[in-house]
Each structure stands twice: as structure tokens, then as C-alpha cells.
């Protein structure tokens, strides 16, 4: 499970995160939607306490979010951005492994968990030996969530980890996700801008707009009863995806 009470973060003048109160409860799926700017990834972010907060405090299946606990609570979580984030110097397996070789992980055993998660992501075991330029980027997104579930996470964090894709490759990958997530029971954090990604994924979406969740609920009811004009313009620019 994840919490953030009165979380905030400023850049000098810029407020990137107004104080902001959130749980994802466990095994739940939460989107936060928004356009570019809107402080989705600020958020994010400071759950792992990749952006130290200002103010409030984060905390991760019960565990306060600290200096001390930091790295324990992101050994606990898989974090996919846009485009990967791959090492291009590794192979797929290189870069999938290099969290578990660290931990002291036998070949066999990374082999086997390698093998176990590209059947689930539907990756072809052969793209395992292959750098980042060899993949496509669907492959590339594929090779980044083995990376992030490698070590079984009780938490993911999803920063438009589809974003790169074209249409066809991006649906395809977003129902193998939702499968995935269905599967695995493991609580997700997605940011995404695309009501189509959230429908497919979320059990529930928040929506921000100038650092500021403005609106949390169903996916259906903030499409059928937007609480700000900002939200029903989002809405709407996108109705088109919704179901
Ligand atoms: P989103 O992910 O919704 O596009 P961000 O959380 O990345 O938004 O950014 C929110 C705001 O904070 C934006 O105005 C952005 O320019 C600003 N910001 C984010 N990170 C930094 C940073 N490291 N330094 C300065 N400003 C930042
Ligand atoms: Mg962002």
C-alpha cells in the first residue's frame, strides 16, 4: 500500500506539489492523470524518494519513506519511465539481471526468473540477449518491466511507461500489462495522460492540474461528472478512448 500525507515539493518559485494527501490501497491500481507539467511525476517520484518532499510524509506497505529507508523501499518497488530507462551498454539480460546479481543471484536462478517474466510479457527469449538498440521499442518496454519485476515488488511505478510506443504496439502491450498487474496482485502507481491506458489499467484515477489533485474517483464518474472545467476539457479532448 501506498501514502502520502500533505506531501509537497517546490523548485524556487515553481510549486510542483501543492500539499497532497493519496493511498493506493494493496493489490489496487490507481492512474494519476494529467497533462505535461501537472506535477504526476513529482508525485511519483517522491514516493521513492527519488524527489525529497518539502513537506509531509510517504509511506510504503507501512514503512516511512526516509533517508534511512529509501533504498530498502525502492528494493521493494519497480519503477518503469518512458522509454525504458535502459542501460544501452547491457544486454536485455544484463540489464533485467543487474538488481539480482547484485543481491548475489545464481545464473540458474536469474535464468529461470528471466525466463518465468518474458513468458508473462510475452518477450521472445531471444530478445534477452540482445542491447537496448537491437530492441524495438515495444521490445524496449517489455525488457524495462522484466527489469522492474525482477525481484517480485510489492509495489510498481508506472511513469508513462507507454508513452514512446505507436498506437498498435502501445494497445497491445497495455492489455499484456493489465493482465500482468491482474495477475501479480501487486499495487500500481501509473502516471499516464491517456484516459484509454487508465480505463484499461485503473481501478481508480486521480486527476492533477497545477500540482494539485482536483479530482479522484472512478474513471466512468469523473468522465460522466468532471469537477473542474480543467477536468471536463480533459475529458472531453480524449472521450473518444473512453469505453
Ligand atoms: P508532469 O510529470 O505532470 O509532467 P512534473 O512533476 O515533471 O510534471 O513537473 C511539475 C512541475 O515542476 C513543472 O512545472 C516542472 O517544470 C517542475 N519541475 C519538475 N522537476 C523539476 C526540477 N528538477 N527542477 C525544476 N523544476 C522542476
Ligand atoms: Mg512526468
Known amino acids: 500500500m501506498i501514502q502520502l500525507h500533505g506531501v509537497a515539493k517546490r523548485y524556487g518559485p515553481t510549486v510542483a506539489l501543492h500539499p497532497t494527501d493519496l493511498a493506493v490501497g494493496r493489490g489496487d491500481v490507481l492512474a494519476l492523470l494529467g497533462t505535461s507539467g501537472s506535477g504526476k511525476s513529482t508525485l511519483l517520484r517522491a514516493v521513492l524518494r527519488l524527489v525529497v518532499p518539502d513537506a509531509g510524509m510517504v509511506a510504503v506497505d507501512g514503512v516511512e519513506v526516509t533517508d534511512a529507508t529509501a533504498l530498502e523501499v525502492r528494493r521493494r518497488a519497480g519503477y518503469v519511465i518512458q522509454g525504458g530507462g535502459l542501460f544501452p551498454h547491457l544486454t536485455a539480460r544484463g540489464n533485467a539481471g543487474l538488481l539480482p546479481r547484485h543481491l548475489g543471484w545464481s545464473d540458474a536462478r536469474l535464468d529461470a526468473r528471466l525466463a518465468e517474466l518474458a513468458e508473462l510479457a510475452r518477450l521472445a527469449p531471444d530478445t534477452l540477449g540482445r542491447f537496448p538498440a537491437e530492441l524495438s521499442g515495444g521490445q524496449r518496454q517489455r525488457v524495462a518491466l522484466l527489469r522492474a519485476l525482477v525481484l517480485s515488488p510489492d509495489v510498481l511505478l508506472l511513469d508513462e511507461p507507454l508513452g514512446a510506443l505507436d498506437p498498435v504496439t502501445r494497445d497491445g502491450l497495455q492489455r499484456d500489462l ?47 461528472a468532471p469537477a473542474t472545467p480543467f477536468v471536463e476539457a480533459f475529458v472531453e479532448a480524449q472521450r473518444y478512448a473512453l469505453p
Open 178 to 224: 493489465a493482465g500482468i498487474v491482474a495477475d501479480l496482485g501487486t499495487t500500481v502507481l501509473l502516471v499516464t495522460h491517456d484516459l484509454r491506458e487508465a480505463a484499461v489499467l485503473a481501478d481508480r484515477v486521480a486527476v492533477m492540474d497545477g500540482g494539485r489533485i482536483v479530482q479522484r474517483g472512478r474513471l466512468e464518474e469523473i468522465a460522466d
